[in-house]
């Protein structure tokens, strides 16, 4: 699992961050909202861990924007403001969880598991789209320019996966963690499978846009 940690004080990052890798987690930090957003667009992770208040921009702003353009990977909000009406207008704003400093990092993990294991809320006919292409997530439906066609639960989530970071090249490894799973020992073989019947979908359907391959990384939608 990949986790962002937006932190401004020195030493309580680098303690979380040091504590989160010793559980395994992979995990980015940074100590303001805006290199937070820039880690949120150009990376995919599976948690983000937010301070409420950071130089430059909040952290509540980072939320807004977060879920403005889409983006529904899970929030803890870590801040030292713990008033009701914080905690009321935090979770309003889209966060997942909120947790009160000073906190035990025992606690960190415990909300950490609880938040990760709840599946993720979909809208009902919510949809994902680029240029002319329509992703309707709940009927796995594609629709382009020349008609529609079904996607199997698997060409599902790895098409979400690229319509929610369009331009953006996406490692094998991470591909395969997003659509499989990170204990999955499925090979490689099968992710290139997946991203073949998903090009042939797309011509189905007409549409302009493409999964590039790029060599030695990954693959791109474009």
């Not at 009701?84 to 415990?110: C, H, I, N, R, S």
């Not at 090979?187 to 991203?195: P, V």
Request: glycine share 8%; aromatic share 6%.
């Amino acid at each position: 699992m990949r986790i962002l940690l937006v932190e401004d004080d020195e030493k309580l990052n680098q303690s979380l961050a040091f504590q989160l890798e010793a559980e395994g987690f992979m995990t980015d930090s940074c100590r303001d909202g805006e290199e937070a957003l820039y880690y949120i667009e150009e990376h995919i992770h599976d948690l983000i861990l937010l301070d409420r208040m950071l130089p430059r921009v909040s952290g509540t702003e980072v939320l807004q924007k977060m879920r403005k353009n889409g983006n529904q990977t899970p929030v803890i909000l870590i801040t030292a403001l713990g008033t009701l009406d914080d905690k009321v207008t935090g979770l309003d704003l889209g966060a997942d969880d909120y947790l009160v400093k000073p906190f035990a990092f025992e606690e960190l993990m415990a909300r950490i598991r609880c938040v990760t294991r709840r599946p993720r809320k979909m809208q009902l006919g919510e949809q994902l789209s680029l240029k002319d292409l329509t992703f309707h997530m709940e009927e796995k439906t594609l629709t382009g320019p020349d008609g529609s066609c079904s996607l199997s639960g698997r060409e599902g989530m790895l098409l979400e996966t690229f319509l929610r970071n369009p331009g953006q090249t996406l490692s094998r490894t991470i591909l395969l963690s997003k659509v499989w799973g990170m204990d999955s020992d499925v090979e490689e073989g099968n992710l290139d499978n997946y991203i073949h019947f998903l090009r042939r979908r797309l011509k189905t359907v007409g549409s302009p846009v493409r999964i590039q391959t790029v060599r030695g990384i990954g693959y791109r939608l474009e």
